[in-house]
């Protein structure tokens, strides 16, 4: 673990936050660069990346106040993000919001602008997630075996699936997918709802290594929530198939 990445002078630099706004950079870039793929403006990028980024915080912080409220000693934690404390799903629903505000005031498609952000969401992901790894969240279940690189984090007993590094490959994987089917695209939106089923079904089979609670049928809410998410991603693929 390593929560402080670096100081200088008087200021710690938090290896979470320094991770994801890595990630955000990184993932602006890349809309930047594909933008002109799907004839939007790259100059509009940056203005609809102020959107997306306030949304997406807010939201993923807001997420993980609700449902993690419990892991708070004071109210004031709620606004420490450089500590942690992100729910992903949270950032994408209020990221899109976002978004799609600035894509009416800008005047941009918003499907074509969905087929960009997707695979950069899924670049930035995977650096938010070393971010996880190095400040010792988001960590998997007691290894029932032992695994060669399974890891042992100083605040928790026993060897842990190192849930975080898996979630990274995963993220990389997918942006790998997304980014090669983006100059194939046959109609817009296909890379947006692709990226959505993907990465629920991941997301879904991962939690079985995690340690968030159970709440039905002996699944995690973030695995009902993957479950709806698949569907909706599907029921998107086919509806904006037709209207091509």
Known sequence: MHPILFRIGNVNIYSYGFMVSLGFLAGILLAYYLARKVKI??????????????????????????????????????????????????G????????????????????????IVAPA?????????IGCFLNGCCYGEECAFVFPWAVKFPHLTGLRYPTQ??????????????FFLLS??????????????????????????????KVFLNLTLAQWASLFLVVLGLIFYFIYKKRR
């Open 41 to 90: 403006d790259p100059d509009k990028i940056l203005d609809a990346a102020l959107f997306l980024f306030v949304g997406a915080i807010f939201g993923a912080r807001l997420f993980y106040v609700i449902f993690f409220w419990h892991e708070l000693n004071s109210p004031w934690q709620a606004f420490m993000v450089w500590n942690g404390g992100l729910v992903f799903y949270g």
């Open 92 to 115: 994408v629903l209020f990221g899109i919001l976002g978004l799609i505000l600035a894509c009416k005031i800008l005047k941009i498609s918003v499907l074509d602008m969905l087929d």
């Open 121 to 129: 969401t899924m670049l930035g992901y995977a650096f938010g997630r």
């Open 165 to 178: 590094i898996y979630a990274s490959i995963a993220g990389l994987l997918i942006f790998a997918v997304l």
């Open 184 to 213: 194939r695209r046959k109609f817009p939106g296909q890379i947006f709802a692709v990226g959505l089923s993907l990465y629920a079904t991941y997301r879904f089979f991962i939690e079985f290594f995690r340690t968030n609670a």
